[in-house]
């Protein structure tokens, strides 16, 4: 081929000395280094941008390239050789937060199954760009309190109470829906919708069903008293059938009539006959007492009907009803003295 080549006149041929070999030793610049070593990297042949970018004195990029050389080696030996895919790794996320390039860093960090600190890393270090990452990665950590906090920070409301579920931080969402409710109008970021109003109904029914299994009534009605609506704290109530809770909770609203019903349906004549008189129906109230004791005396345990008994209560039973008609006609008064 040399020969054929010379015949061509395509190469010259002469004796290699000192002179020729300092005249082809040109050293090369530190701009076409760099030149040299970006289209490297971002051709993905990290092995030899890294060596550029030594050869440029470029440390950052040095250790940058070969961060993302030991992350694609990594990725490269994930299925035949996990152990030594997560090795390699963890070395490319230690050298990627040591340079500062914590985006990198958390994404190996999260790859490694190690969340909590990619979720920190995401949270400290790259902004409010990356909350949602940060909780994510901290709910899968198991940090439910951090993760919640976080999401709230970023007002991702459905989010922020779906992990206060799973993470039965019951009074912290409780704050949270309050937080919101309050500052919506000043705050345009913190616009409810139709699906947020769903979404914090059955959270907090979620919660008022968990304490109600508890056996704990105050905490339940706590949770049942941020509902958005009476109807809807009446309708959940009923549906357990906690009337006596019902009933206390009508009492705090002032809604006596509907407290009154309630009495009725537990067949409390006397606490009935109560609500009555606090919504301004005095007849009526006046009329429940005197029926009760007319049946107790009549139908009490033991009592065959007749003869009546007298009820040890009875005075002041009839003094209440007559205290209660002074409220309405004399005539009725006098009805009910007789």
């Given amino acids: 081929m040399i020969d054929y080549w010379k015949k061509k006149c395509l190469v010259q041929v002469r004796q290699l000395d000192d002179s020729l070999a300092q005249a082809m030793q040109v050293a090369s610049s530190t701009e076409e280094w760099r030149s040299r070593e970006i289209k490297l990297y971002h051709a993905n042949k990290y092995g030899m941008a890294t060596l550029c970018f030594e050869r440029a004195g470029d440390t950052y990029w040095e250790q940058r390239s070969k961060a993302a050389g030991l992350k694609a080696i990594a990725d490269r030996m994930r299925m035949s050789n996990p152990g030594e895919a997560n090795s390699i790794l963890k070395e490319a996320a230690e050298i990627f937060d040591a340079i500062g390039k914590a985006d990198s860093a958390a994404r190996c960090f999260s790859d490694l199954g190690e969340y909590e600190r990619a979720a920190r890393i995401y949270f400290e270090k790259c902004g409010d760009g990356e909350l949602e990452r940060a909780a994510e990665c901290f709910t ?17 409301f459905l989010e922020c ?3 206060c579920s799973k993470g039965k931080l019951f009074d912290r969402g409780l704050q949270y829906i309050d937080y919101w409710k309050r500052h919506a109008e000043q705050n345009s970021s913190l616009i409810r ?10 959270f907090l029914e979620s919660c008022a069903l968990h304490y109600h299994r508890m056996k704990d009534s105050r905490s339940m009605i706590k949770f049942v008293k941020a509902f958005r609506s009476i109807l809807l704290m009446r309708n959940f109530l009923k549906s357990l059938g906690s009337l006596d809770e019902l009933i206390l909770l009508e009492d705090q609203f002032g809604n006596y009539l509907e407290a009154a019903e309630i009495a009725q349906l537990k067949g409390d004549i006397l606490l009935q006959s109560d609500y009555l008189g606090k919504a301004g129906e005095f007849k009526e109230a006046s009329m429940h007492v005197l029926f009760y004791v007319l049946a107790s005396s009549l139908w009490s345990s033991g009592s065959k009907g007749w003869p009546m008994k007298k009820l040890a209560q009875n005075e002041a039973l009839l003094t209440k009803a007559k205290s209660v008609a002074k409220n309405e006609t004399a005539d009725f008064y006098e009805l009910v003295c007789t």
């Fill in 193 to 202: 919708g139709e699906d947020i109003h769903m979404m914090e109904h059955e």
């Fill in 140 to 156: 899968l950590a198991g940090c439910y309190d951090d993760a919640a906090e976080v999401y709230a920070k970023g007002n991702f």
């Fill in 161 to 163: 109470l779906s992990v």
